[in-house]
């Protein structure tokens, strides 16, 4: 292809997110499952358009998402298996709320963000995405779904790479519904959970069925982290917030940490070379998304730990590109 070419194929990029969106809406790849799927059966199944269905899905299949046999059949591939509600490593919430209004209407105000430095969403809703989702209960709900959908892949590599079994209480601070801990547990039977977040999160905790290991404490870590534990874990945390609040939350762990603990700042990391990754896309999402939102480089991360009262001890990469960033208390 032409530079040109090139440059509009890049262009066209949201068509692509759109129609990953409406897949995984209708549930296409659920439907198609193990078999080959008629797009006859798959319209009567979504109750679609059958020729508006086939230009779609023919348009994802020539990306290699989906494969299209004779008579306008598709089966499932690696690339869309992850968009099954019940795959492992399903994306299927994460590619529905980026067809969302919150995610079109913050981006389209992209120059708002690149001019002011402010998030987007101020320009498109008046609020940040966190206030946002507090009047919209479905962008709400499919925002929760994706963090548990993350925390179910993190959670598979995590163990592997960490070893949890030296923890007699490991709390998971901003924890969502209790995904990840109820998997450490799990394979750490002897470890008492604790589950902090605020009250309307924690109020649809996932059960685990480890009540005796699994303790829910309600509240806001930008005020009080009133826990103590021998490991605390912040996953996907500090990235939605700006450095202060980052030094708040990190300043309120520490004065709660016994001197043995550790913390465990899951993030991913930002290279400084030019090579596009996945912290790149992330870091422009936080600046529309998020109120002083960012991706962080490792130096940035030690900065901020020591200001706050830490030491980094070690970064453990994670195939998945997230990191796991071990600091102890100074």
Known sequence: MTPRQIMMHKVYGYFTTSCLS???????????????????ELADLTRCNENSLYRMMHFLSSQDIFVEEDNRKFRNNSLSEVLKKTSESSINSYCQGHGSQLYWESWRNLEHSIRTGEPATKSAFGVDAFEYMKSDPETASTF???????????????????????????????????????????DNPKIKGILFD????????????????????????????????????LRHILHDWDDERCHQILSLLRER??????????????????????????????LVMMNGGRERSIQQFENMGIKAGFKLCQVIPLPTEMNIIEFQPI
């Open 257 to 286: 940490m016994p001197k043995h603990a550790k913390l465990l700042v899951i993030e991913l990391l930002v290279n400084k070379d030019s090579t596009l990754s996945t912290a790149k896309y992330q870091d422009l999402n936080m």
């Open 22 to 40: 409406v897949v995984c809406k209708l549930e296409l790849a659920d439907h198609i499952g193990n078999s080959i799927c008629s797009i006859e």
């Open 198 to 233: 605020q009250p309307h999160v924690v109020q649809n905790t996932f059960s685990p069925n480890i009540t005796n290991q699994f303790e829910v404490v309600a509240g806001d870590f930008l005020s009080d982290i009133p826990v103590i534990s021998d490991l605390y874990i």
């Open 144 to 186: 929760n779904k994706t963090m548990d959908d993350l925390a179910t892949a993190d959670a598979n590599v995590i163990q592997k790479y960490y070893d949890f079994s030296k923890f007699n209480t490991v709390a998971d601070i901003g924890g969502g519904s209790g995904k990840l801990l109820s998997f450490i547990i799990n």
